[in-house]
């Protein structure tokens, strides 16, 4: 039984007809897609145990915007979606990376204002407190 919106949708006769699933994909497209993220999965965590300085992080965002669009783009049809819901997703992607451009200049304005505490005091009180805690325990 149809509820009252369909009935109303089903109720137009425009002769359109509307397929039943989206846009199919064929299987190879899918497998080579799902490769493609296992292998950069791979070079991800294979960038973690080299020594790159600060690329890596920036080696590993760039490996996960890549894998980003690869889900969005195949695994989301996006790619044979309206090109609106496309421009959405560019769009709240550029108002997170702007967000993250305001808070990562802040941080930078008040790094040098951090307290950094007192590490010495903090591990004679361990060590009186709290002897056998693993934080205390001699390297």
């Known amino acids: 039984m149809a509820s009252a919106s369909?009935?109303?949708?089903?109720?137009?006769k425009t002769g359109e007809v509307h397929p039943l699933v989206g846009?199919?994909?064929?299987?190879?497209?899918l497998f080579a897609t799902g490769a493609?993220?296992?292998v950069l999965t791979a070079?991800?965590?294979a960038v973690r145990y080299?020594?790159?300085?600060?690329a890596n992080i920036y080696i590993a965002i760039g490996i996960a915007v890549v894998k980003a669009t690869l889900v969005s783009l195949?695994?989301?049809?996006?790619r044979w979606d309206r090109p609106f819901n496309l421009m959405m997703l560019v769009g709240s992607m550029i108002f997170v990376l702007l967000m993250m451009v305001f808070c990562l200049m802040d941080?930078?304005?008040?790094l040098s204002k951090e307290?950094?505490?007192n590490p010495s005091a903090v591990q004679n009180y361990l060590n009186a407190n709290a002897p056998f805690a693993p934080i205390t325990a001699k390297q």
């Open 23 to 29: 846009h199919l994909v064929p299987y190879s497209t």
């Open 115 to 117: 307290n950094m505490g």
């Open 36 to 38: 493609a993220l296992i």
């Open 107 to 110: 941080v930078g304005q008040n």
């Open 74 to 78: 195949f695994f989301m049809h996006l």
């Open 50 to 54: 080299m020594d790159l300085g600060e």
């Open 6 to 12: 369909h009935a109303a949708h089903d109720s137009h």
């Open 43 to 45: 070079i991800t965590v």
